[in-house]
Each structure stands twice: as C-alpha cells, then as structure tokens.
C-alpha cells in the first residue's frame, strides 16, 4: 500500500548540513497499521511528512497505493492535495474560524470528485458518529477540549475516505488518562475502517499497544522492524533493546557452545549460557542482556545454571511488583520480583540471581554505553 | 492580594504614574470648558464646544481627518501586506537585511521625508513636476502634493514599515499545520487562500488597520508640511492653528475642545482595536513542536518580489533620502543635471556647527538621554507590578500606562503646556516640559515591551528567589533586571532615537529655550534650504549607524535574550 525506498533528506542548518533521513526503506500492506517509532530528532515525523508530501526528499520514492508519489529521480513529486491522504496533526490543526461541522466538511467541497451538498452532509454526519461528536455539529472548534478537538480531526481525515492515514503524534498533547482512552479507540477505529495507517510517535508504550508493525528509528535509519512481540523478545540491536523497555546488560566473550543456539560466554561475572538464534562465532566480544522481569531472585543456592551471588542494594515497592537493584561483583542488576516472593525471600541482603538461559539475549557489538 | 505583602512599592507607581499621565490631560479637559488664557481668572462655559460642534469649518475638518485616516490605511495595506508576506511567509532573499532597513525607516523622521517630496513635487518647482512638464510639454504641473490625496500617500509610506512587523507577528502566531491539513485533505493554494489563511488572518488585519487608522489622524507633521500651506486642515493641524496663530491670541480653550474630541475619537477606535485584537489572538494557537514555517518557494516570481520591495523603497526612503543629499549641496535648489553637479558645494556641511550649535545639542543630548532614561525605569517598575504582583489596582495601573496612546501628541502637548501655565510651573519654555512630555508619551510603548519580556521570565525563577530569603525588591534588583537588561538596554536606545526624531510635541511648546536637532530643521527649512537638508542628512546618518551598532553590540554581548 506504501512502498518507500531509500528515502535520504538532508537540511541546511547554521551548523552545515545535517542528514536527517539516511536511505529509508519501509513497506506497509493493505490495512497495516505501522508505527515509526523513536527518539526525537532520529526522522520519524520527516519520513511522514515526506509520504504526506509536505516535505520533499532529495533522493528515494514513495509509492502509495500503486502510484509513485515521489521520485526525485525522476523528477516524480505529486502535490499532497493529490495523493489522496488523511493525516492528524500533533497539534490538531482544528481551523479556528469554523465550527465542528465546517471543519470536516471543508475539504470535502474541494474533493476531485464532485460531492452534493447532501452527499457532503451525509459524509460529515458519518465521521462524526464514528468519533461519537454527533450533536456538537455547532460547536465552535476554540471551544472545543483537547480530547474533542482530537475527535475532529480524526472525522475530518475518515469523512475524506482516504487511502492511506498518517498521524503525527496524535496523543502527545492529552493528559495521562485520556491518551490511554484515545489510543485504544484509534485502533478499534482504524481496523475497523480496515485503514492503512502510518502512525509517528516517541513513546514505546503507545508503539506497542496500537502497532501492527512498529520501526525503530534513530539517526535517520531504521533499526529494526517487526511485531511489537518480535521487537521486545527478539531485539536485534543493543539500541532497539534499550529503547523498548528495560535490559541489563552485562559485557562478555563468547568462549563456546555453537555458532548457533547454544552459547557459552564468560564474563566478570562467571559462565553463562544463553540460547540466543544470533550468529556468533566462538572468541568474540559479546553483550548479554536480560530484562528485569525475565530474572529470577532465590534465597538460596540453586541447582540452575546461570546463577551469581548478589547483594540487594535497594528495593522500590510497585503495588504489583518489586524492583529490586542488585550488585554483583560491582555490576549493577536491575530485577522485577512477583509480589509474593518479594515479601518472603527478600528480607535477607543476600541473594542469588539465576538468568533463564533462553530469555538471555545476545549482542554481538561490545560497544554497551555508560 | 493585600497590600501588606506586596509593600508600598505597587502603590507608590500607581500614583506616580496617576499624577504624571492624569495630570495634564484632566487639566485640559478642566480647560476645554474655560475661555481666555490658563492662570487668569475666567467663567465655565460650553462655548467651545457649541462653536466648534456649531461651525461648518469643523466639520469640513472633521471629513478632511477622516479622509487622511482613510487614505493612510489604503496605503498602508497596498504596502505592507504584501511585503510583510514577503518577509514572513516566503524564501525572499535577505529577510533580515530588509526588515533592518524597514526598522531604521521607522526611526527616520517624517517631516523629512516630508520636506523631500515638496522639492519633489510641489505644483511651481518640484523636480519631478518640473521633469514631467518639460518632458511632456505640458503647461501646468501634473502632480501636485499639496492635496489630501498627496498627505495621505506620503504619510501611508511612513506608517508602512511599523505596521509591516505588526502584521508579520501576526503571520508567525498562525499555526502553520492549519494550511498544511487542508492541503493533504485535497485542498489547493488558491481555495486555502481563501477559505483558511484570508479569514484567519482577517481579525489581525482589521486589527492593524484600526491602529494605523487612529494614528494616522493623531499624527501632525506630515499634513501640517503638506496641508498648511494650501489650508487643508485636520484636526491635529486645526488644534495647532488655535494655539499659535498667524494673528490675534491663542486660544487654549477651542483648541483643547477639539483635542478632547480627537481624544475620544481616537479612544473609540483603540477600543475596537482591542477588541478585535482579541478576536486574533483566540486564532493564534501555540503550536506544540516548533516545526519551522515552511517557506513558500517564490521561484522566478522572487523577481517580482524585489521589484514590489523596490517599487516601496524607492518612494519611502531612496528618493527623499537622494533629494534630501542632492538639496543640501546648493544654496538654490538646482534640477539634477551633470551641470548643476559642478556647482555643488559642501558649504552646508561645513557650517553644520552654526546650524546646530551647542545648545540645541545639548538640549537634544539631555531630551534622548534623560526620557529614554525615565521611561525605561518607570516602565519596569510599572511592568513589573502589572504582571509580577497581587496588586488590586494593576489593571487600572496598566491601563493609566497605556492611555497617553490614545491621546494625540498635539493634544498631549496641549495640556501639558496649559497645566505649566495654570500652575505657573518653572519648566514651562525650557527643555524639561519636553521631557516631560516624550516620557508620558513613550511610556505607552515602553511598557508593552518590557511587559511582553517579563511575561517570558518563568515565575518560578522569581519564587525561587523569595523562598530563599531574598525580598521583591532585592529579586526584581538582581534576578529580573538581569535577566530583562537586554531588552531594557535595546529599549532605552530605541526611545532615546524616537525622542530624537520627534517634532510634533517639541513644536507646540516650543520656545527659544528649547530647540532641539529636530525643531531647528523645521524652522531652518524656509531661511536655508540646503543647511536644513545637510542636518536632515546627518542627522538619517547618525540614526542608522547608532541603531545598526546597537543592534550589534546587542547581539554580541548578550545571547540569551532576543
């Protein structure tokens, strides 16, 4: 449904000239809902303001439904009021001057295909039943909260039945409570119109929840690209695994076991196994890396592979957990305990800590940060 | 909210500032209902109101002002709409270059500009006409600048370039994302035009509008060089009249009347100014990633573009700028000609010492220092107290601030010349009541400036301060002022050249005591021409070069404010 390929953006600042999108390839299928996701300034709202046509790459295409969009090859570039696209704005963009009505109806009067005022009606009536805004038709759009400006907008994009959904941080500006709200019916929303939706965001959790398909981005490539289950048990890279969710990470060199599947590494630490798919030939520099709630806390000695002596440092009471920091050799481990053996185990300063060799993940730079 | 916690300080400007801005003008409006001369005894009466309200001449005046209001804003809004979409929406070369030179131009005085254009295009010898006749055969002269028509052209130039940047904040408080949806929802530059950038922009427009039109028939200089000498009168010009006639006595009472009708004229459109003003700034949405405006790409048009910046310039500020330099080289005014360049003299120059001797410069040293002084002071003690305290009375506080705005300068200088006279006040005559005046006059500006800067200095820098042991003063002292120096400094700079170039109140209380730079051009212009023109030079230079260096030294020593 798109197809970018090779997309490079550079841009001209005080400082000289910064490549804010270094040759992005993404492909999304009918009815995807893909999520760009990353830090801010790695190129995730350039990309979709490339594929809305606001901004003009220097190198790369876009096809989006079949039709090249984008080319600057050849000399290819289709004026965003042509490429038939619905997008939500961080900020909304709700015009001011009009009421709830005239907001969505405006860009329907200027539709290539011709709508009655009826048809228009019938439209706007349709979009805003779908955000639940019927019988606010009159209402002014300053007067609106940010939760209802929100719901204008989305109507405003389904009332033009686009082919493809871009939105730009859409929930960034909504408070806690209502983001969660919002995030949860933008996907029933979606699916339900089986839209194409290309969705930027920072927060990982959001990421996780809406996504069909997220990419992780940063300096202006895309790290990796997968299932929001793919990208959290399989990270491919130490930044994809630091940026979703939480890891420890402890370096090491891998000392034997397979190219594949079964490793042996010895760190400062002592021997660990880990059943990490990577490649990884015997002799070279490794990161392990465990989750805190893959890690498990016993009081005393057990039989298992994998385990290490280790002091509680601090403990923080969650409600539903314990996080639990750790030091071993002087290595800082973070740990998630369940909350039943926190209360038991946990009185005591010393503990051992047994990582489950196949939640151990493997990474083959050594470069950890820090 | 008591005034326990905020101290005397908030009290203690409220009436100073009473005093300074009520005084003169409720003297005036004291005097409106009196006849004779102020300090002599004389009955209550409406007689000045019932000749003015009674007199056909009044209303003739009346029309002539709105016409001159009218015809600046016609001018206005054929200039600095397009140019400040120029300058804010589009990759147009040189922004800064230009809007640089727009802010000198706001600092050039008008009444030079003025002069220019009558050598330019009065019926019997300007140059043009002169050109045009010789050129076209023609017996009379096709242009002819004394006319309203010619007052309202040259003055709409002259309020262009400040109205320029008001409408370019305007542009750049519009959330650019509001075009870009209509565009990707399948709308086009043309119906965006018109349906979303045209209506949101109305309000700021109409806004701009309304505040050029209240100046334009507050302003003097222009139509009294360009009216008076074929007696087309506005009020401004009317009030002048009255106070110094060509024979018999001034007559303080018909004049302040019809100030005070000015006044309330102009009050009513400052009224509806502020209220459409509000109407703008509901549409101005703070937008929550700073994503740059994109520039709209002018492609070949960019040549057009610097043509209409050219086809401004050139009538604005080169060509009065080249008469101006031209005049001041030959005792009699010669038509430009390789010929006539042979005769040109620099003796003007040299004699520039005689034009302006020491005391018209000092008494311009201590008008630009001493106001620029005062007004920046009160302004942030004022400032201050409006937006950072409790204080009960603050609206009323910003509003006395504000309100020597809306009273014309002529009139200001009116009233503030009969409160001198009424209560045999020793400033009268001498440099203080100009002084005096300028800084009443500015504080209006002032403190919408230094207003607009504290707004940006988090509270909680200040709260900081106090929970630390430090009291207001000792916050305001070494947490704000620090902070706002800066601007204060650029303040200061702009306020002592605006106090430079003014003439319209240095005029009204002028006396052989107090001529500054700028009453001593006015009065030379008839006597000698050329020496006036070399002073109106100079004095252009000195403007620009002071100002660009400011700028400068502003920019290099000081980072963290703009």
């Known amino acids: 449904m798109i197809r970018i390929t090779g997309l490079v953006k550079e841009y001209q600042t005080g400082q000289g000239e910064i490549q804010a999108l270094r040759g992005i390839s993404l492909d999304i299928k ?17 990309t979709l303001r490339c594929v809305a046509g606001l901004e003009q790459p220097d190198a790369g295409e876009i096809v989006i439904e079949g039709t090249e969009v984008n080319s600057p090859q050849r000399k290819i570039y289709v004026s965003p009021e042509e490429r038939g696209i619905g997008m939500i704005f961080q900020s909304y963009a709700i015009w001011p001057h009009l009421d709830v009505f005239q907001n969505v109806a405006l860009p329907l009067e200027y539709r290539k295909e011709k709508l009655s005022r009826l048809q228009i009606r019938d439209r706007v009536g349709e979009a805003l039943d779908l955000v639940r805004l019927k019988g606010l038709e009159g209402r002014r759009a300053t007067d609106l909260s940010g939760g209802q400006q929100q719901r204008v907008a989305l109507a405003r994009a389904f009332a033009c039945k686009p082919k493809v959904l871009l939105m730009d ?13 919002m995030r949860s019916e933008i996907k029933q929303m979606t699916s339900a119109l089986g839209s194409t939706v290309l969705y930027v965001t920072h927060d990982q959790s959001e990421a996780l929840v809406v996504g069909d398909v997220v990419a992780v981005m940063q300096g202006g490539v895309i790290l990796q690209r997968g299932s929001p289950q793919d990208l959290y048990n399989r ?100 740990a998630r305990a369940a909350l039943r053996s926190a209360s038991t185990d946990l009185s005591s300063g010393a503990v051992f800590v047994v990582l489950d060799p196949s939640c151990l993940h493997l990474f083959r730079s050594a470069e950890l940060k820090e | 909210m008591d005034l326990r916690r905020d101290g005397r300080t908030p009290l203690f400007v409220l009436l100073v500032t009473l005093a300074l801005v009520l005084g003169p003008i409720l003297t005036a409006l004291w005097f409106s209902f009196r006849t ?68 000198v131009e706001i600092l050039i005085p008008g009444f030079l500009k003025a002069f220019a254009w009558i050598l330019l295009l009065n019926p019997r010898t300007g140059m043009i006409n002169v050109a045009l006749m010789t050129l076209l055969g023609l017996e009379r002269a096709p242009i002819n600048i004394y006319t309203l028509t010619g007052i309202s052209f040259i003055q709409g130039l002259s309020l ?105 004229f102009s009050t009513l459109g400052l009224y509806f100014y502020f209220r459409t003003l509000r109407r703008a700034n509901q549409y101005a949405v703070i937008t929550g990633k700073g994503y740059r405006t994109r520039e709209i790409a002018l492609g070949k048009w960019k040549w057009a573009g610097m043509a209409f910046v050219l086809f401004y310039l050139l009538p604005a500020l080169v060509l009065p700028f080249l008469t101006l330099v031209w005049a001041s080289l030959f005792r009699y005014l010669q038509a430009p000609s390789l010929k006539a360049l042979s005769m040109a003299s620099l003796d003007a120059y040299t004699k520039i010492w005689d034009a302006a001797g020491p005391d018209v410069l000092k008494n311009t040293a201590l008008l630009m220092v001493i106001t620029a002084t005062l007004v920046m002071s009160l302004s942030v003690l004022i400032s201050w107290v409006v937006i950072r305290t409790g204080f009960r009375w603050k609206k009323a506080l910003d509003a ?16 503030l010349a009969i409160f001198a006279l009424t209560f045999k006040l020793p400033i009268y005559g001498t440099i203080f009541i100009l002084i005096f005046g300028n800084t009443i006059k500015y504080l209006g500006w002032g403190t919408r400036s230094v207003n607009s800067v504290i707004i940006q200095i988090h509270k909680e820098l200040e709260e900081a301060g106090r929970v630390h042991g430090m009291t207001r003063l000792q916050v305001l002292r070494k947490i704000i002022l620090p902070l706002i120096g800066p601007s204060v400094v650029n303040g200061w700079m702009w306020i002592a050249l605006l106090a430079l170039r003014e003439v319209t109140m240095a005029l009204m209380l002028y006396s052989t005591r107090n001529v500054v730079i700028a009453t001593q051009i006015w009065s030379l212009w008839r006597a000698d021409t050329a020496q006036a023109a070399a002073l109106g030079v100079v004095l252009v230079i000195v403007i620009a070069v002071v100002w660009f260096s400011a700028r400068k030294f502003l920019e290099r020593h000081f980072v963290y404010s703009s």
Not at chain 1, 35 to 43: A, D, I
Not at chain 2, 38 to 64: E, H, M, Q, R
Not at chain 2, 188 to 207: K, S
Not at chain 2, 400 to 415: E, I, K, M, Q, T
């Open chain 1, 235 to 334: 990270p491919e890279s130490l930044e994809v695994a630091e940026f979703l969710g939480e890891m420890n990470f402890i370096q090491g060199r891998k000392v034997g076991g397979e190219l594949r599947g079964r490793h042996l590494v010895e760190t400062r630490l002592g021997n660990f196994i880990s059943d990490s798919a990577r490649e990884v030939p015997v002799g070279e520099a490794v990161v392990l890396g465990i989750r805190p709630e893959d890690i498990h806390l016993c009081g005393e000695k057990p039989q298992a592979n994998n385990a290490v002596a280790a002091s509680i440092v601090h403990r923080q009471f969650l409600g539903n957990a314990t996080m639990v920091e750790l030091n071993s050799s002087g290595i800082k481990i973070s």
């Open chain 2, 36 to 103: 004779g001369l102020p300090g002599f005894p004389s009955p209550y009466t409406l007689k000045n109101y019932i000749d003015a309200l009674g007199s056909w001449k009044f209303y003739g005046v009346f029309l002539n002002t709105l016409g001159l209001g009218i015809g600046t804003i016609i001018t206005v809004l054929l200039f600095a709409v397009p140019l400040s979409w120029l300058l804010a929406r589009t990759d147009f070369p040189a922004k800064n270059f230009w809007l640089t030179i727009l802010s």
């Open chain 1, 30 to 46: 009918e009815g995807e809902f893909c999520v760009l996701l990353g830090p801010s300034g790695c190129g995730k709202t350039t």
């Open chain 1, 169 to 181: 941080e859409p929930l960034s500006n909504l408070d806690a409570k209502l983001r969660e709200e």
């Open chain 2, 160 to 264: 262009t370039p400040p109205a320029v940047f008001m409408i370019i904040s305007a542009f750049r408080a519009m959330d650019i994302s509001l075009e870009e949806s209509a565009r990707v929802h399948g709308m086009r530059y043309g119906a965006i035009a018109r349906r979303i950038t045209l209506p949101l922009m109305m309000p700021a427009l109409v806004a701009a509008l309304l505040y050029y039109f209240v100046t334009a028939i507050e302003t003097f200089e222009i139509p009294a060089i360009l009216g008076l000498p074929s007696r087309i009168f506005v009020v401004t010009t009317l009030i002048f009249e009255s106070t110094q006639p060509d024979v018999g006595l001034p007559n303080y009472g018909s004049a302040s009347s019809v100030g005070i009708l000015l006044s309330a």
């Open chain 2, 400 to 415: 006395a601030a504000f309100l020597p705005h809306a009273v014309p300068s002529v009139v200001f200088a009116l009233a």
